[in-house]
């Protein structure tokens, strides 16, 4: 081939690109760019867009902000109560659904309802369940000699009412991930495992999770950047609000606050900053333990 041809196709994909590289470009990288640099906006005019000083003052105010520490402590329980427990979860009903089992399709459909249903709707529906007086959940507790639990309106529950949503409506996804994992094992391992006189549990350990482990990383690395990011859970079920007294007020929520409520738009920028740098360095540290653990052979 010619230099001219080459240089011929290497201009016929570039235009194949280009569309996807113009979405891109003005859709996600600008809108990166320019939030970095707002983070250092310490004196703006948003509607004339016109900067008068630039600093780290909103970055120091963000770290001497109560309510923004209050928020960093809130995800960093958010994710560490939900995606642990979506996984555990996700990976029994998966196993489950990958045996022979009567219904499963009807069952794989169930699972994956969530995944598909509006958050508000989904939020609306797990208000009236956890409602103090008239909930389902309360009127089931009952049965077990359970005093009523004020899920919604007592801080002490309303982060774990955010996190029993935010696990049964991420589970769906994660179940058909790891069942997709699970159908790809093939049945050979299994029966030479047989052979060997491993029992159940040995094969679960020994087989299915060195061989699932590709999958168990990617599901791990989604439901961790997903849960970091939560936000219209909190605002349907709390009525726009953060919970009571801040008690369900995360990371992103706080930023919509900043920025929609108290126009500052400097401060919302460098605390979307801080999320950036926190999701990026704890999906390297997985990466990095991926290394060792994730088998892809």
């Known amino acids: 081939m010619n230099k001219g041809n080459s240089m011929k196709n290497a201009a016929i994909g570039i235009l194949y690109l280009l569309p996807a590289m113009v979405i891109l470009g003005v859709f996600q990288i600008y809108p990166i760019i320019k939030v970095f640099l707002m983070s250092f906006y310490t004196q703006y005019n948003y509607f004339q867009h016109i900067v008068f000083e630039y600093g780290v003052g909103n970055y120091i105010q963000l770290a001497t902000d109560p309510k923004f520490i209050l928020a960093l402590k809130n995800t960093s329980i958010f994710v560490f109560g939900v995606v642990p427990t979506s996984m555990i979860l996700a990976l029994f009903f998966a196993a489950l659904l990958n045996s022979k089992v009567r219904l499963k399709k009807f069952f794989r459909n169930i699972y994956f309802l969530p995944f598909v249903t509006s958050t508000v709707a989904i939020s609306m529906v797990w208000r009236w ?9 309360n009127y089931g507790l009952g049965f077990l000699g359970i005093d009523l639990i004020p899920w919604l309106i007592d801080p002490d529950w309303s982060m774990v009412s955010l996190i029993i949503l935010s696990v049964w409506k991420t589970l769906g996804y994660n179940i058909l991930i790891l ?5 790809n094992i093939d049945e050979q391992y299994y029966m030479a ?3 060997d006189g491993a029992n159940s549990w040995k094969r679960f350990t020994r087989v299915t999770i060195p061989l699932l482990s590709p999958t168990l990383f990617f599901v791990s690395i989604t439901s961790l950047i997903g849960s970091f ?7 349907a079920l709390f009525e726009k ?3 009571p007294l801040n008690s369900a007020l995360t990371m992103v929520y706080y930023i919509y606050d900043k ?5 500052s738009y400097g401060v919302a920028a460098a605390a979307s900053v801080v999320l950036f740098i926190i999701i990026l360095t704890i999906t390297m540290i997985q990466f990095l333990i991926g290394k060792r653990f994730v088998h892809y052979k």
């Open 229 to 235: 990011k939560v936000f219209s859970e909190v605002y």
């Open 179 to 183: 069942l997709t994992g699970l159908q």
């Open 129 to 137: 369940i956890f409602h103090s007086k008239h909930g389902i959940l």
């Open 259 to 263: 920025m929609t409520n108290q126009f």
């Open 241 to 243: 609000r953060p919970g």
């Open 193 to 195: 495992s047989k052979i």
